[in-house]
């Protein structure tokens, strides 16, 4: 592997993978915002690129790790003194408990932890994965450490949601985007992990490049709003009221970040839906979809000039666009649903 000097167990990350291959120590940012659709790898490329700066062996890169030294032990221990992470919502502050390797680290407790220096490496590494911010004021709160903070300590955050954080925040970030997997890449890595080879395949060719999509299908979990999602599509394009209810986006016990990742699904679904039906109306029945097992459903809806189409699509991207700031999940739903209209019913 291009870059890599010992063991860094990826899939995919093609993109990152050249980035950082040919990237030396001494040009390492302090901060790096990975971005991507769920399930496409970031949190794992974050914690073996953690595990790389910890690393105890001599390497001339950035990426390897040997996997015996003393830190990479700890590291795979989860006990290393140098590795601070957590995931989900970062609040104000909360009461008691400890930082290190918390599941729910509050802002008070990142601003000390980014205040340290390595212990027994040269690199102090706080990952944060899926992060959003309860409040501006927990984001404001770490604003000065994510723009300097002291030599040695590397910020990495992960989201599929950029928009969600603060604009101040992503501008002090260096920002990593990582594409959905290779087909073949999701299927290797369910089968490795046991899947039967058979729904492993089915699985990997629905889930549009996403592992975390692919075991949720296989657990039923997914099926229904992916379901839900192309049939709000098909509804949505001919006119009719295309209830969007599966979203839960009224459910209370939801933070605002979980509904826009909601409708970031959607938006991802209907855009894979969208080209498929442009795609069966340029080439033909015969050619080969992204949904494989939703051709009849797009096959059935109705024709479109193509000047429509490619309006839609672009409109689409405008959606997502629209996500990704702090217009409210239940608006966004419906300017994309204005978006497929047919003209006459908008």
Known sequence: MHGVTGSFDVVGAKA??????????????????????AGVGKKTFARRFAQSLICETAKPTV??????????????????????????????GKEGGSALHDEELSARDLVRELSLHGYRSAYRVVMLGDVSFATHEAANALLKFFEEPP??????????????LLATIRSRMLEIAFGPLPSTDVERVLVASGVDPEKAHFAAEVALGSITRARAILDGDDAGVRD??????????????????????????????????????????????????????????????????QRERIAALPSRDARALVAMLAAIGDTERLANTNVSAGLVVDHLRMQLAPPAAR
């Open 151 to 164: 030599k040695g300590v590397v910020v990495i955050l992960t989201t599929n949601g950029p928009g969600a």
């Open 63 to 92: 990426l390897g790790y040997c996997g015996v030294c003393p830190g990479c032990t700890l590291f795979v221990a989860g006990t290393h003194p140098d590795f601070v992470t957590s995931e989900g919502v970062v609040k104000i």
């Open 16 to 37: 990152p993978l050249a980035f950082f291959g040919n990237l030396d120590r001494a040009r390492l940012a302090h901060g790096y915002l990975f971005t991507g659709p």
């Open 228 to 293: 839900a999602s192309f049939a709000w599509f098909a509804r949505a394009v001919r006119g009719e009221h295309a209830d969007a209810s599966f979203l839960r986006l009224d459910d209370r016990s939801l933070t605002g970040a979980e509904k826009r990742a909601l409708v970031g699904e959607l938006i991802e679904l209907v855009r894979v839906a969208a080209r498929d039906w442009v795609a069966l109306a340029v080439a033909g029945a015969d050619i080969p979809l992204l949904a494989t097992d």
